[in-house]
T-cell receptor
Framework: DTAVSQTPKYLVTQMGNDKSIKCEQN?????MYWYKQDSKKFLKIMFS???????INETVPNRFSPKSPDKAHLNLHINSLELGDSAVYFC?????????????FGPGTRLTVL | GENVEQHPSTLSVQEGDSAVIKCTYS??????FPWYKQELGKRPQLIID?????GEKKDQRIAVTLNKTAKHFSLHITETQPEDSAVYFC??????????????FGTGTRLTIIP
């Protein structure tokens, strides 16, 4: 009964390839996020969606394209992968309340670009 | 936009002693301040949070204090145990509208409990 799940857990690929990461939450939340954690452990928001609508896009290169087919899913597609894209990508979800709410994180996807 | 600074970046504490981690934020509109714990190779998990209408909150050995005037908040862990060893992140968000609900994280504190 995993709350927020991501696939794959590990992704190793060559520069220039295109890859996707999938995220699903079964908490009934209405908001989902993608975060990037680099090698120095900095956690930075990339995107957020509320009820399938893109809300936040934090100046991420347009090689990154999120897609939310429904409230429970948020996928991340990355085109033309670069070395600097190597990081751990975390999906998260929360219920929007207007006063801040816990965000539940997925287990992360470790992307390595060679 | 919001900027969150966190200190120290590393902290070693003898088992049983207390640990304090401090954060400052820049946007006075921020009103939600969670703390996350991330063990090696694992996901960040919420350990405690505080909203701007409260000055202090405690949950067993963990407490958080918030000073809105000075725009800083702190995490206090008492009677530390080896399982407290992890990276701790503070965060801030405005939280009242969709566009600002994002969490801005501090740079993390690696806490090591020495047995």
């Amino acid at each position: 009964d995993t709350a927020v799940s991501q696939t794959p857990k590990y992704l190793v690929t060559q520069m220039g390839n295109d890859k996707s990461i999938k995220c699903e939450q079964n908490l009934g939340h209405d908001t989902m996020y993608w975060y990037k954690q680099d090698s120095k452990k900095f956690l930075k928001i990339m995107f957020s969606y509320n009820n399938k609508e893109l809300i936040i896009n934090e100046t991420v290169p347009n090689r990154f394209s999120p897609k939310s087919p429904d409230k429970a899913h948020l996928n991340l597609h990355i085109n033309s992968l670069e070395l600097g894209d190597s990081a751990v990508y975390f999906c998260a979800s929360s219920h929007f309340s207007g006063s801040g709410n816990e965000q539940f994180f997925g287990p992360g996807t470790r992307l390595t670009v060679l | 936009g919001e900027n969150v600074e966190q200190h120290p970046s590393t902290l070693s504490v003898q088992e049983g002693d207390s640990a304090v981690i401090k954060c400052t934020y820049s946007d006075s509109a921020s009103n939600y301040f969670p703390w996350y714990k991330q063990e090696l190779g694992k996901r960040p998990q919420l350990i405690i949070d505080i909203r701007s209408n409260v000055g202090e909150k405690k949950d067993q050995r963990i407490a958080v204090t918030l000073n809105k005037t000075a725009k800083h908040f702190s995490l206090h862990i008492t009677e530390t145990q080896p399982e407290d060893s992890a990276v701790y992140f503070c965060a801030a968000s405005i939280g009242r509208d969709f566009g600002n609900e994002k969490l801005t994280f501090g740079t993390g504190t690696r806490l090591t409990i020495i047995p």
